[in-house]
């Protein structure tokens, strides 16, 4: 039997963490649900003494999920594991993470704390945590660069106060593997009742090095791993999970362990993280970019069609990503339209049902076969969405060769109904500028860019905008077969992101 790595998700809080990324508490229940398919054995929820929006994200998201752990992050401060608990303490099974920074620089510089003083600290927040809940987890905020006995002492004592996993994270992401693994393997043995405790790395992706990290502490002994769906997460981001698990997954005689990860379900929950936070997933990204299967050069090709694992070390199918997927056509019905959400993760009330299938109508009419992603697109920007203040009534644009680009715009604002209509250089931008005089928008649009989703002069054009304003950076998102109304969508969905930034700033955890 090959034992078996605890898969640790952060995409809902580290992840979040990452420029632009922000989630409404719909949308994280919708990554959440299907985390839990995927099959991660811990999903940490959000940082709830961050905010309001936060602590009530993490609370259904904690209510919903049945088989997966709900961990809560919070600082060592009573008032912080108050919040945490309070936000999972109807979940199956909870769990508190604590953490306290044990580098020399951070603890000199931020928390103006001696060794004793952080050591005390840590024991205080594991047992005020665990008079709670019996999953505890410590992490030692910068591990990576503290002092190694230092480090051991810190171990020792939470898993003493009751910790039952202990996190060595590579905050900054300047660890290297065979050094990383070597740090593993000195705590391993010199924290006296280790053993009672599960030893989990996080580290992040800054020297690119993050799953290579992650892999290397595994072998060193580590079993549990902390990763995010696509790698996202501050600045470079953290360890991505498809890497990791795909890593295990095709070298088990080099890498003998097991993960729960349902692996066929990687690429849809890749694809839908993607969507729902507008981080596009770059072509070259190992596992789930859109070149990670593609065998371009010639010589691969002719292999390839002799036998396939010539040239591929993993078949597309093993992550879901397949040609023949179940399709919807024109003449679906609500029921299996019903059934067919329910198997992509959402539980639809009748109204909202409604809504989607009329939608759902409309797309068919104007494109042949509606697949998977063209439903997430319905019910992403259609259910999920519907928190937003800003929401597109009508566009009508006029361009060509011959007329002065133009359109008219219709708008609900907080309920409200307002249009205009304007110039531009081009039909995407008058549609922008009127959008921003009815919005009164004063953002700055950093980048716009259209891609297809599925193939086929048919596809549904995805376009992603992002926008700044007064420092705070939200992305926007959006999908149709016209591209000017996509366009138009995305911009939308980025400013309501900017309206719920204003309204939720997001605290960094620190703890990065
Ligand atoms: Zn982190």
């Known amino acids: 039997m090959n034992e078996r790595v605890i898969i640790f998700d952060t995409t809902l809080r580290d992840g979040e963490q990452s420029p632009g990324a922000s989630m409404n508490a719909a949308e994280k229940m919708r990554i959440a649900v299907q985390l839990e398919k995927l099959g991660v054995d811990v999903l940490e929820a959000g940082f709830p003494a961050a905010s309001e929006g936060d602590f009530e994200a993490v609370s259904r998201i904690a209510e919903k999920l049945k088989n997966t752990e709900v961990a809560a992050l919070a600082r060592t401060s009573k008032n912080d594991i108050d919040r945490a608990w309070g936000a999972i303490r109807n979940a199956a099974k909870p769990r508190i993470h604590t953490f306290i920074a044990t580098s020399d620089i951070h603890m000199d510089y931020k928390l103006n704390m001696t060794r004793d003083e952080v050591v005390k600290t840590a024991v205080e927040a594991v047992k005020y945590a665990g008079s709670f809940t019996d999953s505890v987890e410590f992490s030692a905020e910068d591990g990576s660069r503290s002092d190694r006995d230092f480090l051991c002492r810190v171990f020792e004592a939470a898993i003493e106060a009751g910790a039952t996993t202990i996190n060595l994270p590579d905050t900054v992401g300047y660890a290297i593997p065979e050094e990383f693994a070597d740090l593993v393997k000195y705590v391993l043995t010199h924290t006296p009742n280790m053993k009672k405790a599960v030893l989990s790395v996080h580290c992040h992706n800054d020297l690119g090095l993050a799953t290579a990290n992650t892999l290397a502490a595994i072998m060193a002994g580590a079993r549990q791993v902390e990763v995010t769906i696509n790698g996202i997460g501050e600045r470079a981001g953290n360890t991505s999970l498809e890497e ?21 379900h990687i690429y849809p929950t890749s694809r839908l993280v993607s969507m729902i936070t507008g981080i596009i997933v770059q072509p070259n990204k190992a596992i789930v970019g859109a070149n990670a299967f593609a065998h371009e050069a010639g010589i691969h090709q002719d292999g390839m069609l002799k036998n396939p694992m010539t040239y591929e070390i993993m078949k597309p199918e093993t992550i879901g990503l397949s040609d023949s997927k179940l399709v919807l056509g024109k003449h679906s019905g609500r029921h299996a339209l019903r059934s067919h959400l329910k198997e992509l993760g959402y539980d639809l009330s009748d109204e909202e049902l409604k809504l989607v299938f009329s939608k759902f109508k409309e797309l068919a009419d104007k494109k042949k076969h509606v697949v ?141």
């Open 372 to 512: 998977d992603e063209d439903l997430e697109v319905i019910v992403t920007e259609g259910i999920l969405r519907t928190t937003d203040i800003f929401r597109l009534e009508y566009l009508h644009v006029t361009s060509g060769t011959t007329v002065f680009p133009m359109a008219s715009v219709k708008l609900t604002v907080n309920e409200r109904s307002v249009q205009g209509a304007g110039y531009g250089n081009g039909p995407i931008d008058a549609v922008f500028n009127v959008i921003a005089k009815l919005t009164g928008a004063e953002s700055e649009l950093l980048r716009f860019s259209v891609s297809a989703i599925t193939g086929g002069t048919d596809a549904q054009g995805e376009v992603t905008v992002r926008l700044r304003e007064n420092g705070l950076i939200a992305l926007g998102r959006a999908a149709d077969p016209d591209i000017i109304t996509a366009s138009a969508r995305a911009y939308i969905n980025g400013l309501n992101r900017l309206e719920y930034l204003k309204n939720h700033p997001v605290v960094s955890s620190e703890f990065g």
């Open 244 to 264: 990791t698990v795909m890593a295990l997954h095709t070298r088990p005689n080099y890498l003998p362990m097991v993960t729960n990860i349902k692996t066929e």
